[in-house]
């Protein structure tokens, strides 16, 4: 078989995975966007002025215990989740030695443009660097959130403030988008899948994952229009995207 025949057998595959990544990053970029200009468009905006709120509320009032449980429920969240990254990174090279038993579904599915198994291998490494993706996502999350656990504790009296509150909950924040972005490494893993069993599968569910994200990102109608109110009659305190 010559390159070119190479080429043009899995020419559908690679036009639906260039597609599909098109696509999620346009989410991506679109989503940011739009919460960057508009906080209260998005959960992970709304989450991001309620840290910093609370990191302030933490450090005026001295409420050690409660930032110490709250960080300890975060980073055993993240914690869990990496593990899950690796074990499903294990499950996936597995997959790696049953290319001959897959020879079945690839021909049952050949009416919807599965195409041969030679593709396999290429299939189970975006996977896997996915999957590994995820993984540091979610340990970066966990060492941010350790670091917010002793800076959160720093004195912050009229006599001696050590630590700015917007500093830690440019940190906090910070381990937050690391968790959401481990959190974005699991949905995409989905669409991945599917790309095993044929192409357009995984353009089908890219467009459907797509559309479960975007319910799950977008703030509640009700909640948005309570935060502008209430942002009309006081002020908008804290930045999301301000820097340390």
């Given amino acids: 078989m010559t390159f070119q025949d190479s080429i043009a057998m899995y020419s559908l595959d690679g036009v639906c995975f260039l597609a599909s990544c098109a696509m999620f990053l346009g989410y991506l970029y679109f989503i940011d966007r739009k919460s960057s200009k508009n906080p209260a468009y998005t959960v992970q905006g709304i989450a991001a002025l309620a840290r910093a709120a609370w990191v302030k509320s933490v450090m005026e009032k001295n409420k050690d215990i409660l930032a110490v449980q709250t960080l300890r429920n975060s980073t055993m969240a993240a914690t869990f989740l990496a593990s899950t990254a690796i074990l499903l990174s294990v499950g996936v090279l597995t997959l790696t030695g049953q290319s001959e038993k897959l020879q079945i579904t690839w021909q049952a599915l050949h009416f919807f443009g599965a195409q041969q198994e030679g593709l396999l291998p290429v299939k189970l490494v975006i996977l896997l660097l996915n999957l590994f993706a995820a ?7 966990i060492r941010l959130y350790n670091h917010v656990g002793y800076m959160i504790n720093a004195p912050y ?4 403030k050590v630590m700015s509150p917007k ?3 440019a940190q906090l924040n910070r381990a937050g988008y690391h ?3 481990g959190m974005r490494g699991f949905y995409s893993m989905v669409p991945l899948v599917f790309w095993i069993f044929g192409p357009l599968f995984l353009l089908v569910a890219t467009v459907v994952m797509i559309m479960i994200l975007f319910h799950l990102d977008r703030t509640p109608s009700a909640v948005e229009e309570d935060f502008h ?9 804290f930045n ?3 820097e340390p």
Avoid: D, G, I
């Avoid at 993984?135 to 999350?141: I, T």
């Fill in 157 to 160: 009296t009229e006599q001696e």
């Fill in 167 to 169: 500093v830690v909950a």
């Fill in 229 to 237: 109110r209430e942002c009309n009659e006081t002020s908008c305190l």
């Fill in 240 to 242: 999301t995207n301000e």
């Fill in 179 to 181: 968790y959401s972005m």
């Fill in 135 to 141: 993984f540091f996502f979610f340990a970066s999350s």
